[in-house]
Every structure is written in C-alpha cells, then in structure tokens.
C-alpha cells in the first residue's frame, strides 16, 4: 500500500517490531524487566478481548435468548471486543457477525485502537457504547511531544503525534461506559440498561477531583524508590535489542501497558502468563478492619471494607462479586461462627443461598455480606441476559471516595444502612459466643458468579475459586 493511502488499522506485530525490547531502567521499580508496550499489552485481557470465551459464550447466548436480533446482537458485541473489525463496517452500514470473527477482530482492543482516536466528543454521551471516532490521516497518538516520525512513517505508514487526549479518563470511558438497549422477547427496545460504569463512577469520585485518571492506576508510570518518575527511550530501533534511534532520547512519563484489572481467573483460563500479576494487583484493592467487643456472652464485631480503587468495588461487567469470609473461634480455638465459606469446585457459597440481600448486620452463617449488581427484567424478575435488562435488584458495590450519587449510577437495596458510605462499608455480626474471640475475615474476588454460567456453552471448570484479596485475624475481648 502505497503511503497517503488510508489505513485505520495496523496489526499489533507491526508496531511489536519497535515497542518491544525496551528494558526497565536501572532504579526504576517495574513491573517487569522488559516494559515495552507490546510485551505488557499481550499479558492483558484488552488483547484478549476478542478471544474471550466467555465473551464468546455469551454473545451465543443473548442471540439464543432474543433470536430477532441475532444479526444486530452480534454486531453490538463486536463494537469494543473486536473493534478493528467491526469499526470500518460502521460507515458501511454493514454488521460484524461472530460467523466471521476474522484475526484482526480476534486482536481485541489493540495498539491502533487507543492510539488513533480522536479527542472530539470524547466525554460526550455519543462516545459512550463504543462511540469513539479513529483518525483518518494515518496519525498515531502519544503523550509525547514532538516525536522522531520517520522509523514509523517508514515501517507503520503511520505518523506519531502529540495528542494529550490518550492521558485522558474519556478515552477509556467510550469503551467502559456501557449502555444497552433492553430488549423485549420480539427484539424490539423497550428501555436501555447502563450495564457497565466505571468512567461515570470515577466521574462521580474524589479520583476526578484529584485528577488520578483510570491511566494513572492502569498504566501505572516507571518511578524509582523514592517516587519519582524514571525516564526510558519509548523505541527501538527494528528487532535490534538495544539499539535506539540516534536522533531519540529516553522520555517521561513512561506508562506500562499493564491494564491489570480484577480478572486474574479469565487469564488462567486462557493460560496467560499474567495471572499473578492481576491478583497481586486486586490484593492493592480493599483493605479491611475489625473491631468489637464482648458483652454479656455475645461478641459484637464490626468489619469494615475499604475501597482503594478509583471507581465501585467490584467495578464493571455484572458477573464480578466481592463478598466477607468471617471465622469467629472461641478461647478453645474451635470454629463456632462462619459466614461467607464456599466450594472451589463450584465456586458457590456453602451454606447460604447464592442470592444474598445487602446485609449490615449478620447473626447466622446463611447470611453473607456479597458486593454486587444483580440484574432484573422490566417486570423486577431475576436475569442473566445482558439485553434483556432493565436495571438492578440489588447494586451494592462499595462506593469511591468522594461519591456523589446520581440517578444512573445509584446504589441499589442500600437505603437503611447507615454506614454504606463513600469509601466503605462496615457490616455488623452478633455471635453468641463468650470472649476472647478469634476473628478471621477475608475479602474474596470472583470474575464470574457461577449463577452467570448456567446455559452458557462456557462453564469455567477448574477455575472458579475466588481469589483472596486481603485477610485479617484479630483477637477481640
Ligand atoms: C461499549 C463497549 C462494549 C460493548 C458494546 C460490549 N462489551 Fe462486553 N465488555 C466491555 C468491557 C469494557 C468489558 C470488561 C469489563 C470488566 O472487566 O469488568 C467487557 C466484558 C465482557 C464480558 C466478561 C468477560 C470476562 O472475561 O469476564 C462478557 C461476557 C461480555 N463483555 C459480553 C458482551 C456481550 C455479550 C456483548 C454484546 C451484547 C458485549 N459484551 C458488548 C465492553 C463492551
Ligand atoms: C487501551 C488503550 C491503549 C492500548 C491498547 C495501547 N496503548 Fe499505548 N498508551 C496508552 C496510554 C494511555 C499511554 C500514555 C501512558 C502515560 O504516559 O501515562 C500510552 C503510551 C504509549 C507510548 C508512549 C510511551 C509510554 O509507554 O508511555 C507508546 C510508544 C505506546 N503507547 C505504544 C503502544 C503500542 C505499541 C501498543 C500495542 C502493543 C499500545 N500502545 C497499546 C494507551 C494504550
Ligand atoms: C520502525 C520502528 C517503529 C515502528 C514499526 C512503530 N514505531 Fe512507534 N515510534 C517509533 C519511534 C522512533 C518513535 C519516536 C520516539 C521518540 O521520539 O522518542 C515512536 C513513537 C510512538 C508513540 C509516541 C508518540 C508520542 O508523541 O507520544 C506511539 C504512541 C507509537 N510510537 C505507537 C506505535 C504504534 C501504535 C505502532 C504500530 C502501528 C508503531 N508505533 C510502530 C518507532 C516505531
Ligand atoms: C475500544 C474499546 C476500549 C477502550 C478504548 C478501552 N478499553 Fe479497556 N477493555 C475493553 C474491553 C472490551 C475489555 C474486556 C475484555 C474482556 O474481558 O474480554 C476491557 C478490559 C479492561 C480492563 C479489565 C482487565 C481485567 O482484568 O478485568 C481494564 C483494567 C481496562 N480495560 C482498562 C482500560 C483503560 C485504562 C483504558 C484507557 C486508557 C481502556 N481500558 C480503554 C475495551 C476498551
Ligand atoms: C485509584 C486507582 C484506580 C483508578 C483511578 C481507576 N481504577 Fe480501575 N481498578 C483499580 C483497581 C485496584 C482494580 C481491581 C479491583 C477491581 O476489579 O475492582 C480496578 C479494576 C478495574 C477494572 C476491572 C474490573 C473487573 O471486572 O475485573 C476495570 C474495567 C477498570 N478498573 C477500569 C477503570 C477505568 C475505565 C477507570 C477510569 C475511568 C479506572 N478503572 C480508574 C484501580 C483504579
């Protein structure tokens, strides 16, 4: 293809041939020895957004459930998890259709996606649902001021370009505010469904406020010791080690392409290598305190869970829960309260119902505190089917910092409990048991709820034990 002609896209193994062997600079604490954007980008799931099987599974199973809109359904879901596919059949008027996921679809959400959209709207409500807009001039977006263009232009037939818009949360909120219409059973939309918010929760936060954007945590920047920003070349020079442009000289920021997020179980599934590294990253999360005291042969215990993260907790696609293991042992050390067990096989809690109400005071074992988004029909009934909701039953999910509620994002089932505040929740548990009392509480991290399996050709096997986010034991007299 001769240059001056338009290319939206580029496969990621084009831009891999420079952006891959850059090593982490002397003094820099990084998550990796080597912390090129390739490297990083494959490790994570926005580079297995197309390959998903879960993704796969479910795009089947909202066809099956609202066949009308088979052809439309797939197209929906193509939008942000094979976009180098499904964008140039927009202004076509044509529909991606999962029959012909082709390799650049499988891609996911690749270099030339985030890297080519442009700043106007972004922010705007018609970004949202994947409404971004890709630059047609064949420029390529970074946060760097004039960089050296011609190894790009040469190899990418691309031109990089300072554009401030990459470092801004809006970028990331076209993709991750995601509104969908509801359906009802003759494919017809009869309401919309705000599935998934993170942007607008960070929106609603302190992060905002302080400007600590989605990128500031999800590509965390190289910084040493003391915390302060390290600089690396952003280049190489062709599948030459260490060889770098001679005219290029190390920059700052640097941001790692890690995207970790809370799916270190999807990772495991797929045998991606970076699984560790996402549940190190979820155990930064939450914190947890315990306090209390016995009375009159009753322990009184109060847990409070923190969220660290800079929007709800969990955060994102309906199937994510976080819910309290509590373990009280009397003075002898047996086990005389526990609320919150479960099966790793099935991933299910073990002796309480799956579907728990918001709790702030538990008194029996069957009563769990789980932080979610349940979804429900036009009609208040329980769902699974992502276009066939309406709303939340049940949104639980522990606020940011800061949270200032508005009518899209508010928590659900949440009204009389006084300590379901920004920043936190505390749950109250009253054990009839004498002092002193040995408590353990853990918060656990599930990417699927096995409840959003059932009918799926994907069932997950093997790896549906939750992850542990953070423990605690106190001794409370
Ligand atoms: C506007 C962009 C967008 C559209 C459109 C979209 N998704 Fe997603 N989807 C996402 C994002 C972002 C995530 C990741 C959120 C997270 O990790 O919490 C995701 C995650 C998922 C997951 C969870 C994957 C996992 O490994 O846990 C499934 C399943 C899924 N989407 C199915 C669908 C289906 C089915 C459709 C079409 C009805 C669809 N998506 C359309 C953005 C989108
Ligand atoms: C999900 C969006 C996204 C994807 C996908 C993505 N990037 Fe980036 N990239 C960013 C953001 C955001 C920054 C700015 C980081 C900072 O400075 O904080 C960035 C910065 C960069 C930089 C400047 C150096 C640096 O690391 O700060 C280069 C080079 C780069 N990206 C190349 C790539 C390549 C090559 C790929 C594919 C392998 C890729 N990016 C995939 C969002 C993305
Ligand atoms: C032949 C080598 C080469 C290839 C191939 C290549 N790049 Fe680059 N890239 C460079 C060089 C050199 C720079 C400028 C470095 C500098 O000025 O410090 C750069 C800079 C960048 C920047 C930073 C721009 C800025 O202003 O912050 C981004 C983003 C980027 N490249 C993305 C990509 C993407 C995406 C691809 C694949 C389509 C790609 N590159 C392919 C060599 C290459
Ligand atoms: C083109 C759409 C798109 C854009 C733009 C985008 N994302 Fe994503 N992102 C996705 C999709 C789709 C997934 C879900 C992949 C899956 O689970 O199958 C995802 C997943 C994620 C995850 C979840 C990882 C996990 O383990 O659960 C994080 C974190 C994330 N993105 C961060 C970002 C950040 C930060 C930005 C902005 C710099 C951004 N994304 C921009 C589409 C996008
Ligand atoms: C203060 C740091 C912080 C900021 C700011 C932040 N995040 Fe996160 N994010 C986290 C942490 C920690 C997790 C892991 C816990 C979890 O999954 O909720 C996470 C998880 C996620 C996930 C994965 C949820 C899942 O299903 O596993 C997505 C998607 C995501 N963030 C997107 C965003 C977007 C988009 C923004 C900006 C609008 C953003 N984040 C801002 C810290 C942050």
Redesign the pocket.
């Given at each position: 293809m001769a240059w001056g002609q338009q290319k939206l896209f580029e496969p990621a193994e084009t831009c891999a041939m420079c952006h891959t062997k850059i090593p982490a600079p002397a003094g820099a604490k990084a998550a990796a020895a080597v912390v090129g954007a390739f490297p990083l980008w494959a490790g994570?799931?926005?580079a297995?957004?197309?390959?998903?099987p879960?993704?796969k599974a479910k795009v089947q199973f909202e066809g099956d459930t609202t066949p009308a809109a088979r052809a439309v359904i797939e197209d929906k879901c193509m939008?942000?998890?094979a976009?180098m596919q499904q964008y140039p059949l927009r202004a076509k008027g044509e529909l991606a259709r999962m029959g012909a996921l082709n390799p650049e679809g499988a891609e996911?959400?690749s270099c030339t996606?985030?890297h080519k959209?442009v700043p106007e709207g972004l922010g705007e409500r018609a970004s949202f649902t994947?409404g971004?807009k890709i630059n047609t001039e064949n420029e390529i977006y970074g946060p760097h001021k004039d960089p050296f263009p011609m190894p790009m232009m040469h190899h990418a037939e691309q031109f990089p370009k300072e554009g401030r818009q990459?470092l801004d949360?809006a970028?990331?909120?076209?993709?991750?505010t995601v509104i969908t219409p509801t359906l009802n059973a003759a494919g017809k939309q009869i309401g919309e469904f705000v599935e998934q918010a993170?942007y607008l929760e960070w929106l609603a936060s302190d992060f905002k406020k302080s400007n600590v954007?989605?990128?500031s945590?999800?590509?965390p920047v190289l910084k040493d010791a003391n915390g302060a920003q390290v600089e690396q070349y952003i280049a190489h020079m062709p599948h030459m080690g260490a060889g770098f442009f001679p005219p290029t000289r190390p920059r700052k920021p640097f941001g790692q392409h890690l995207?970790?997020?809370?799916?270190?179980q999807?990772?495991r599934v797929m045998g991606v290598e970076t699984a560790g590294r996402?549940e190190e990253?979820l155990r930064g999360a939450v914190a947890l305190e315990v306090r209390g005291r016995v009375e009159k042969g009753v322990s009184e215990l109060a847990v409070e869970v923190f969220n660290k993260t800079g929007h709800k907790l969990p955060t994102?696609?309906p199937s994510r829960r976080m819910w309290l293991h509590v373990r009280v042992k009397d003075a002898g050390g047996a086990v005389v309260f526990e609320s919150g067990a479960w099966d790793a096989v099935s991933g299910e809690l073990v002796g309480a119902a799956a579907r728990q109400e918001h709790r702030d005071r538990i008194t029996r074992g069957s009563e769990v505190a789980v932080y979610e988004a349940a979804m429900k029909t036009p009609d208040g009934a329980p769902t699974m089917s992502l276009l066939r909701a309406a709303g939340y039953s049940k949104d639980n999910r522990i606020l940011p910092l800061g949270f200032v509620s508005n009518a899209q994002i508010a928590p659900v089932g949440v009204a009389a409990d006084a300590d379901f505040k920004a920043g936190s929740d505390k749950v109250h548990y009253s054990v009839p048991v004498g002092g002193p009392v040995t408590v353990t509480v853990e918060a656990l991290y599930q990417?699927v709820a096995p409840a959003h399996l059932e009918g799926l050709a994907f069932q997950m096997t093997g790896h549906r034990a939750p992850v542990v986010m953070s423990s605690l034991e106190r001794v409370i007299r």
């Open positions: 994570s799931m926005m297995h957004a197309g390959k998903d879960y993704w939008r942000c998890h976009p996911g959400v996606v985030c959209i994947g971004f990459i949360s970028l990331c909120g076209s993709c991750h993170p954007t989605c990128q945590c999800h590509l995207f970790l997020g809370g799916n270190a999807m990772l996402a990253f994102g696609f990417s």
